[in-house]
């Protein structure tokens, strides 16, 4: 994780979004709901570019904000994204609505861990964003990763979750659960025989992860 001194820095040489990105990033703010840190998604956004992803699949909308800066930063792509909480789908809608990249962006409303069946139809995909619920990351890379190409690359965010991963003493039992099925995940990723993953100390963590394969 970056000194927040320097941190503050790299973030002041990010460009300004634009009018409704901002909004959004206020909203968030506002409402404690979680979106992804400026340098997490830069990074994020950087790596989806040189791999020159064109179908994506993201589990964990939120509001929306994730998927609209990828379709403003990638005019070509299409995205699938999944919420299952009424209140961050309804608001995701409205600003995608709101947005010029409606027509990139398919919403669904459900529990990823319940939709594989919706979301097979849409593949295969050259990336998938995880950024859902930290305890099902496992499942959630278990259940999609079989409608990634071969070529496909595999980005989870929030894997250091505060830095709590390197942390020896937790207090709160329900944070050291959290911090642990984080830890087991990451783990798991980085030795797992199909992926080549790296854990970039940007945001909050982001995993990438490439298929082994041959490309197509």
């Known amino acids: ?7 503050s820095y790299i973030e002041g040489l990010i460009p300004e ?9 206020e909203y968030a703010a506002v409402h404690h709901v979680p979106i992804m840190e400026l340098s997490g998604i830069e990074t ?3 790596l989806l570019r040189i791999h020159r992803s064109i179908k994506i699949l ?19 792509v299409q995205i699938v994204t999944i919420e299952r909480d ?15 990249h409606g027509k990139q962006i398919t919403l669904l409303k459900g529990d990823a861990l319940d939709l594989e069946n919706a979301v097979r139809d849409y593949g295969p995909f050259h990336a998938i964003f995880i950024d859902a619920a930290k305890g099902q990351y496992q499942k959630f890379f278990e259940i999609y990763s079989k ?13 250091l979750f505060k830095g709590l991963v390197a942390q020896d003493v937790i207090d709160s039992k329900r ?19 199909d992926y080549d ?20």
Not at 1 to 7: I, P, T, V
Not at 86 to 100: H, K, M, T, V, W
Not at 175 to 193: E, G, Q, S, Y
Not at 197 to 216: F, H, N, Q, T, Y
């Open 175 to 193: 944070t050291r659960n959290i911090v642990k099925k984080i830890a087991d995940f990451n783990r798991w990723l980085m030795n797992h025989p």
């Open 197 to 216: 993953s790296v854990i970039l100390p940007v945001g909050d963590g982001v995993a990438v992860s490439k298929k082994r394969g041959e490309s197509k």
């Open 17 to 25: 979004r634009d009018p409704l990105l901002k909004e959004m990033e």
């Open 58 to 76: 993201e589990i964990g909308t939120a509001i929306g904000y994730s998927a609209l800066r990828i379709a403003d930063a990638l005019p070509e």
């Open 147 to 159: 409608f990634l190409r071969d070529d496909g690359m595999i980005i989870t965010d929030n894997v």
């Open 86 to 100: 009424e209140e961050r789908y309804l608001a995701a809608e409205e600003f995608i609505n709101r947005s010029n």
């Open 44 to 46: 994020t956004l950087q």
């Open 1 to 7: 994780m970056l000194d927040k001194k320097l941190l």
